[in-house]
């Protein structure tokens, strides 16, 4: 899962979301105008030019220097602002002043990035501190940045004078739209009085989030269990919780991630289940609910301010979605189709059940994970153990290089005495192999450290973008950041099934950053539509479970020699799914909640939680637990968003059916997948992009098919594209 959140939580936790004008480098001269010649690639965006270097990463950084260098974006940005701003109306031109202004604000993003990048790596905890500084610093600029007057006022200037005179080729015209339509959802066009009305309410909601999080963060409860009630947990578990404080025989257990999925999964007394979800959901107390109703209140006043009919109509309008009653519709087709995946999931883990308690008739809340685990260890007999073996760090890298280059037509290469922050970083080029030409930089970090960004997650440090005489390119810079087992005294690293297609998926982020080619660096690389951006990289998970791929990613652990047993290989790709029926009506309770929230003016969210849990999932939320107080992505930036995890999945799982049919490992497909889809970024929407790759209107019915549903007679169609507004 935390492969699927990456990007978001990249995007989010630099206070991008809420701010909207699009992203690097002061002044331009001259208009970018891509030279006619580019587009006998077939591919219209590419730019056959030299390509010009983004700077290496600093990261030698004393505390000062990086406070220095968070403020010194500011001061740059302000003043590349304030020569935007008081060029004359008349004078105004697409170049000096909306390119400019894109440039402006992805110039600052680029070095704020940078310095707040080092919170996630750095091996000093006094220069993350600093930088995480910068990160809510950076959050406030940017909002305030966002709301400016005087640079929507120049937009306008611009619009009204050559603006109203010059036609525009696409890419340039949308970067007129969304720059626009960005005013517009900042509130921009309001009254004085409304938008001050506004910049209230949306402080507040940032007092509620902060708040909301802050008491899970927080959460200080411990749970106290003898040895006979952890039964089922690994004995290495066991010991690692031993309390010697107390009188011995006593474990005690906290509700983190770490000892809540183990108690969760693997305890075989139902008591101890019971008391850790009890304790899991009530991590909120009695007041995070409240917060919760609160900031949906004041979300729904703000969406009507700005003209919108709910919050979750405002989030949609920036998406592939568009609007809540599409999204309502794609749940409801969902929660229905997964029915009888869901039904079948439940009498599994109720005959299961029934052996342990005879005559059981309910699934609980505290009983779900412990069966859907016993249903993986028992129906498909996969040894995690066993399967890590076959995968060596090594051989998983150089294979999954192996892959993207043969597909992709790429070049991947170290650089050699490139310095970097830790050992075994590692700096990579991207070269196109037909054209020797340098598309991008990558670093890659794998292995966890001392204070380091504990997920797995591509972070952009230079977004690519054309030059400003549209003559070369600039090409963009990223880092994956993951965190595998590392090698100890000498003995290899191996990764797990689940890292190595998390390795997949995060490596799609870095292609879908490198492989860009569009002219504004706002719309370059994954800064597409939230609900899209995903679907490259789930769409890419799948390569890990194929024979072709496994091929060149495993070595059998007696000898090197051959690669994981076409049978094995059949085992996994069949397990994977082993939850299908759960995992994803889980996705749809999420999702729904989220929706039927953030479409009512006044709510009481604990009461919905519960209602649409029970509807959902066929079995009821826990009496004592209270969901709604421990949902932090509603209070984290995924508030109206969250349904996006699913929508995203139905366009991957028809991406991939492309290369089902003509070839996983087929250059063509992996050709036109690199030109029609990751290069453009959001220089067009995404089902504009899905018509491109697949010929025809994107559609469900893959994604059902994997989910074991039938599709029906007529499945609804993809959203139709609609003009920027
Ligand atoms: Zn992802």
Wanted: aromatic share 8%; charged share 25%; proline share 5%.
């Amino acid at each position: 899962m935390s492969q699927i959140h990456a990007p978001f939580r990249r995007l989010l936790a630099h206070g991008l979301q809420a701010v909207v004008v699009a992203t690097v480098a002061v002044a331009v001269a001259g208009a970018l105008i891509v030279p006619g010649g580019a587009r006998a690639q077939g591919n219209a965006l590419f730019v056959p030019v030299p390509a010009l270097d983004p700077p290496l990463l600093r990261f030698t950084w004393t505390p000062a220097e990086l406070t220095e260098a968070c403020a010194d974006a500011e001061l740059k940005a302000n003043a590349a602002l304030k020569a935007l701003v008081a060029i004359p109306d008349a004078s105004r031109t697409f170049s000096n002043t909306v390119v400019a202004l894109d440039r402006a604000v992805a110039s600052y993003q680029e070095v704020a990035g940078r310095v707040m990048f080092m919170k996630d790596i750095h091996p000093d905890a006094a220069v993350r501190d600093v930088a995480a500084a910068c990160e809510e610093r950076s959050g406030k600029f940017m909002v305030a940045l966002s709301a400016r007057q005087d640079v929507y006022q120049a937009m306008q200037g611009w619009q009204t004078n050559e603006g109203s005179r010059l036609r525009l080729d696409n890419e340039d015209a949308r970067l007129v739209d969304l720059t626009m339509r960005d005013f517009k959802r900042n509130g921009l066009l309001l009254s004085d009085a409304d938008r001050q009305k506004l910049i209230k309410l949306r402080s507040r909601i940032t007092e509620l989030q902060t708040r909301y999080s802050k008491t899970l963060n927080d959460d200080k409860t411990t749970l106290s269990f003898s040895k006979d009630d952890l039964l089922g947990l690994p004995d290495d578990f066991i010991a690692a919780h031993e309390d010697k404080k107390m009188k011995p025989g006593r474990y005690t257990l906290t509700t983190k991630y770490p000892d809540y999925y183990p108690v969760m999964e693997g305890a075989k007394k139902d008591a101890t289940r019971q008391k850790m979800e009890k304790a899991f959901m009530n991590r909120g107390g009695a007041k995070n609910p409240k917060l919760l109703d609160e900031a949906v209140g004041l979300r729904n006043q703000a969406a009507k301010l700005l003209g919108y009919a709910t919050h979750a109509d405002y989030v949609a309008e920036d998406r592939m979605a568009q609007n809540a009653a599409t999204v309502a519709a794609f749940l409801a087709r969902m929660q229905e189709g997964l029915k009888p995946a869901l039904e079948k999931d439940r009498q599994k883990m109720l005959a299961l059940k029934v052996k342990d308690e005879s005559g059981a008739k309910v699934i609980n809340a505290w009983d779900w994970r412990y069966y859907m685990n016993q249903i993986k260890r028992t129906e498909h007999a996969i040894n995690d153990d066993e399967v890590r073996s076959w995968f060596p760090a090594d051989k998983v890298m150089s294979g999954m290089f192996r892959v993207y280059e043969t597909v992709l037509g790429i070049t991947l290469n170290p650089v050699k005495k490139a310095p970097v922050w830790a050992e075994g970083v590692t700096l990579y080029e991207v070269t196109d192999t037909a054209t020797k030409r340098l598309l991008a930089r990558f670093y890659v970090d794998l292995f966890p450290r001392e204070g380091k960004y504990g997920h797995a997650a591509e972070f952009t440090l230079s977004p690519g973008q054309a030059t400003a005489d549209g003559r070369g390119y600039r090409v963009p810079m990223c880092a994956l950041v993951m965190n595998v087992q590392p090698p100890v005294d000498g003995v290899a690293s191996f990764l797990s099934m689940s890292e190595v297609e998390t390795l997949f998926h995060e490596f799609g982020h870095v292609m879908h950053e490198s492989l860009t080619v569009a002219r504004h660096p706002s719309q370059a690389g994954t800064r597409t539509a939230l609900d899209f951006v995903e679907a490259p990289s789930q769409m890419l998970e799948n390569w890990a479970y194929e024979p072709d791929v496994l091929a060149l990613i495993s070595e059998d652990p007696t000898n090197p020699d051959k690669s994981m047993p076409a049978a094995l290989a059949e085992k996994l790709k069949k397990a994977r799914k082993y939850n299908a029926g759960v995992h994803s009506s889980r996705q749809v309770f999420l999702a729904t909640f989220d929706q039927r929230i953030h479409t009512s003016a006044r709510v009481d969210s604990d009461a919905i939680a519960k209602k649409t849990w029970a509807e959902v999932l066929a079995f009821p939320e826990d009496k004592a637990g209270h969901f709604a107080g421990t949902f932090g992505h509603m209070m984290g930036g995924y508030d109206g968003g969250y349904y996006g995890y699913l929508w995203s999945e139905v366009f991957a799982a028809d991406m991939w059916t492309r290369f089902q049919k003509e070839g996983v490992m087929n250059p063509v497909v992996g050709r036109a997948y690199r030109d029609k889809v990751i290069a453009r970024g959001r220089t067009v929407e995404p089902d504009a992009l899905l018509r491109d790759f697949l010929g025809r209107a994107a559609n469900e019915t893959a994604f059902l098919e994997v989910l074991g549903i039938q599709p029906g007679p007529a499945p609804a169609p993809a959203p139709a594209p609609a003009p920027v507004k």
